[in-house]
């Protein structure tokens, strides 16, 4: 089991990881964009990884020059614009270790990752907030048959109910506040 407790920031702080799983369009990714708002508007640094499913997808595409690098051989490529620095790393994820995805964050001025996806990398790790982003009810019983209790419970469409199965089950966006106290 890897312990994320290593984590740390400029070598004292640790990094606290909060994955968000769920159905598609349960959420998640209007969760984390709350969220990230809460935490940067209270000055934390915010990281994010997303798991995209589709195994073609690529942010680089034929013709552009980055392509053009990787398609010569480089391993890696750094793009650089006046607003961004963008890193492309031909590799495949398959095989590697979660440990060495998190590890790209170590070391970065973060306070926070949280994490969309990687529902099943994701859920044996230590010291990692767990939050299921939910549509209705037997999406719960599901996810707490296959993999046990979530650390909290989201739903936008779910109201009337605070806890289910003694987990906190938070209605969104209303409850934005609510959702930073239990996971930070």
Same mark, same amino acid.
């Given at each position: 089991?890897?312990?994320?407790?290593?984590?740390?920031?400029?070598?004292?702080?640790?990094?606290?990881?909060?994955?968000?799983?769920?159905?598609? /369009?349960?959420?998640?990714?209007?969760?984390?964009?709350?969220? %990230?708002?809460?935490?940067?508007?209270?000055?934390?640094?915010? /990281?994010?990884?997303?798991?995209?499913?589709? /195994?073609?997808?690529?942010?680089? *595409?034929?013709?552009?020059?980055?392509?053009?690098?990787? =398609?010569?051989?480089?391993?890696?490529?750094?793009?650089?614009?006046? !607003?961004?620095?963008?890193? %492309?790393?031909?590799?495949?994820? =398959?095989?590697?270790?979660?440990?060495?995805?998190?590890? +790209?964050?170590? /070391?970065?001025?973060?306070? *926070?990752?949280?994490?969309?996806?990687?529902?099943? =990398?994701?859920?044996?790790? !230590?010291? &990692?907030?767990?939050?299921?982003?939910?549509?209705?009810?037997?999406? %719960?019983?599901?996810? !707490?048959?296959?993999?046990?209790?979530?650390?909290?419970?989201?739903? *936008?469409?779910?109201?009337?109910?605070?806890?289910?199965?003694? &987990?906190?089950?938070?209605?969104?966006?209303?409850?934005?506040? +609510?959702?930073?106290?239990?996971?930070?």
């Amino acid at each position: 089991m890897l312990d994320t407790n290593r984590f740390h920031i400029h070598g004292e702080c640790k990094m606290k990881i909060i994955n968000f799983v769920g159905d598609s /369009g349960s959420g998640k990714t209007r969760t984390i964009e709350l969220l %990230i708002d809460k935490l940067t508007k209270m000055g934390k640094k915010v /990281g994010t990884m997303k798991h995209i499913h589709s /195994g073609s997808f690529s942010f680089d *595409y034929r013709g552009k020059d980055t392509w053009k690098h990787v =398609r010569a051989g480089a391993s890696i490529v750094v793009a650089v614009t006046e !607003n961004e620095v963008i890193t %492309i790393e031909k590799t495949s994820t =398959r095989a590697m270790p979660t440990e060495e995805l998190l590890n +790209r964050f170590n /070391g970065l001025d973060i306070e *926070y990752l949280l994490i969309e996806g990687f529902k099943t =990398r994701m859920l044996h790790l !230590n010291n &990692v907030k767990h939050v299921l982003c939910v549509t209705d009810v037997n999406q %719960i019983f599901s996810f !707490n048959e296959q993999y046990g209790n979530p650390d909290c419970i989201v739903s *936008y469409s779910i109201k009337g109910i605070n806890k289910i199965n003694d &987990v906190q089950l938070v209605q969104m966006p209303e409850e934005i506040e +609510r959702l930073a106290e239990i996971v930070l």
